[in-house]
């Protein structure tokens, strides 16, 4: 394969964008200043430009943050002759612009969020110092077909041929930004395609189980949360004894015909469990498997994980390929399942409140309520109502989150509109996507929170006939 690029069919006025990037890179003889997001498609960014560039034999210092502050831009002292923003920057391109000229320096911006309606990138030949790389100004979904870790790989190809062994961190990146779901595509597909054709991945179609042994998989699973398996080992343990499957193999080296009949049987068993068809179908997706990492997803949730968990720099080692670094990081993965699978089993056994229209619950840990209401609404709870799990935060408001599902939207569900109005009502706000929303008030006007939010989902579920 001479030039992947080319192999893969990227376009061609973003390869010449990606030839202004490698440029300003190669016309560099110092350092160069990295600055990325610090979630799992940040953190896979960070980690591939910074190796890309240490391959070109440059001193690098790289970053991960939330938000780019202007403070943080103000106080960047200049030791250094090129900054390089990804998965953020394209709403502060000015900003940013503004900061390089001060400096005398240059910028390359990766950016796969929103332009704000602009028409074109920032070019280095408009004279404000920055090349912007965005997929929006190329008529490509920057929300499912190429990520930060994407635009980052294309670059370090566009560098060096060698970088192609990162293709495999580049897909964890898009993985972790959830652009798998249903399938990779746009960019992504052609990443994927390279890295099957040149042995860095494997695939197979199936349930997105992801664990270091069957029995792990299973045991930990909560999407899907099996009913009866989840969390159950003596249950699963039995199953597969039924089934003649040693449970402390991996996955992969289940022989296909066992791993069919455990899939099927898992199928069967979430419809008998009154889980959504359209939901349990969905599961079945292509999933991605590393000889060196394992499925793919465990890498891309590590990597994630590390920064939700303040530990950035250890996901930053796993994209370096420091496999301590990865087994620590895969082992915390495992115990934040478990631990959001602890959360799940006492809200089936505790119950939840049924309202008319609604279902809710308190809880305590305010950062899982969104992933515990959806999962509890998926797999466990009355399917028909959205679910809404709140917590007490300590600034004397409630923090709702709010979760329904695509079926519930079809027939007219809009929480984006009901948490807004519901939360402004009580003296706070809220607001969100139809399938997703949050809202807060204050501690003392749960009661009419709850009938404002019954109400209006009862009158959108209505209004459609649904
Ligand atoms: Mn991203």
């Known amino acids: ?18 030839g202004d990037a490698a440029a300003l890179i190669e016309s560099t003889s110092s350092s160069v200043r990295i600055i990325s997001h610090y979630d799992g498609d940040g953190i896979s960014s960070a980690g591939i430009l910074s190796k890309a560039i240490g391959r070109q034999g440059l001193r690098f210092h790289t970053t991960m943050t939330n938000i780019l502050k202007d403070q943080d831009m103000a106080s960047m002292d200049g030791g250094f002759e090129l900054l390089v923003v990804s998965d953020m920057g394209s709403s502060q391109v000015e900003a940013i612009s503004h ?3 001060e400096l005398g320096v240059r910028a390359i911006i990766l950016d796969h969020h929103n332009v704000n309606g602009r028409k074109g990138p920032y070019s280095i030949s408009d004279g404000g110092g920055v090349v912007e790389i965005n997929p929006r100004f190329y ?13 980052s790989f294309l670059l370090a190809l566009r560098l060096s041929t060698d970088n192609i062994d990162l293709c495999t961190f580049s897909l ?3 993985l972790a930004d959830r652009q798998h779901v249903p399938s990779f595509s746009e960019l992504n597909y052609s990443i994927r395609n390279l890295a099957m054709e040149k042995g860095y991945l494997r695939s197979s179609r199936g349930m997105p189980f992801s664990g270091r042994s069957v029995l792990e998989a299973l045991v930990t699973s909560n999407d899907p949360f099996i009913d009866g398996i989840s969390g159950d080992e003596s249950a699963v343990r039995s199953l597969l004894s039924q089934m003649a499957i040693n449970p402390l193999v991996p996955m992969e080296d289940v022989e296909p015909e066992k791993m069919k009949a455990l899939q099927s049987y898992i199928y069967i068993r979430l419809l008998r469990n009154g889980v959504k068809r359209y939901i349990v179908n969905e599961l079945f997706r292509e999933n991605f498997h590393s000889p060196e990492y394992g499925p793919l997803q465990d890498l891309a949730y590590a990597i994630d994980g590390c920064g939700r968990f303040g530990k950035a720099s250890l996901g930053f080692q796993v994209v370096w390929g420091d496999m301590d670094a990865f087994r620590q990081a895969l082992e915390e993965r495992f115990q934040n399942k478990v631990h959001i699978q602890g959360l799940l089993l006492r809200r089936k056994e505790e119950g939840v409140n049924g309202l008319h229209n609604i279902q809710w619950f308190m809880m305590e840990e ?6 515990i209401a959806g999962l509890a609404h998926n797999y466990i709870f009355d399917h028909d109502k959205p679910m809404l799990a709140i917590a007490k935060g300590n600034d004397g408001q409630m923090k709702v989150s709010s979760r329904g599902d695509r079926d519930l939207c079809v027939k007219g569900l809009d929480l984006g509109v009901v948490m807004r109005e519901a939360g402004m009502k009580a003296g706070g706000g809220g607001g969100g996507h139809d399938v997703a929303a949050g809202a807060h008030f204050p501690y003392d006007k749960l009661d ?4 404002t939010c019954d109400r209006m989902v009862g009158e959108q579920l209505r209004k459609k006939g649904g």
């Open 366 to 371: 305010e950062k899982l309520s969104g992933t």
């Open 448 to 451: 009419e929170f709850l009938d």
């Open 139 to 151: 008529n490509i979904d920057g929300t499912s077909g190429c990520s930060g870790a994407t635009l």
């Open 172 to 174: 964890a990146g898009s």
């Open 99 to 101: 900061r390089v000229m």
């Open 1 to 18: 394969m001479e030039d992947p690029l080319k192999w893969m069919k990227v376009p061609q006025p973003l390869v010449e964008r990606l």
